[in-house]
């Protein structure tokens, strides 16, 4: 069980100079992304990190630890061998009590 739990999110996976993340600061909201476990997943003006908004994703206290996720098809695909810098921005509040909150990035070839 976990305290109540906000993460602001922003990313980028970038070969050469493109951005393989379709709207990866979330101007345009969750378009493109999907979501999966127990939280409220929504873009937010509160912590925009660039432009007007950031992906925010509200566990509620009490909630079950669960590996909510947030998660995007890059276009793209990825492919085996090439070289990608990938990057993501994670503001978190009120993350007061073990285990904590931890983010990890992984990436599945098609
Ligand atoms: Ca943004």
């Given amino acids: 069980m976990i305290a109540r739990v906000l993460i602001f999110f922003s990313a980028a996976l970038v070969l050469g100079q493109t951005n393989l993340l379709t709207n990866n600061g ?6 493109g992304w999907q979501t999966r476990g127990p939280a409220e997943f929504s873009a937010d003006t509160a912590q ?3 432009g007007q908004k950031a992906a925010r ?6 909630t079950t630890l669960n590996y909510q996720q947030i998660y995007c098809t890059a276009s793209p695909a990825i492919t ?9 921005w994670v503001r978190s509040q009120g993350v ?5 909150a931890y983010q990890s990035r ?3 070839p098609t």
Avoid: K, M, N
């Fill in 26 to 31: 979330f101007e345009s909201d969750l378009t």
């Fill in 48 to 50: 925009p990190h660039s």
């Fill in 57 to 62: 994703i509200y566990i509620a206290s009490g």
């Fill in 80 to 88: 085996e061998g090439e070289r990608y810098s990938a990057s993501v």
């Fill in 96 to 100: 007061t009590t073990a285990p904590g």
């Fill in 106 to 108: 992984t990436l599945f």
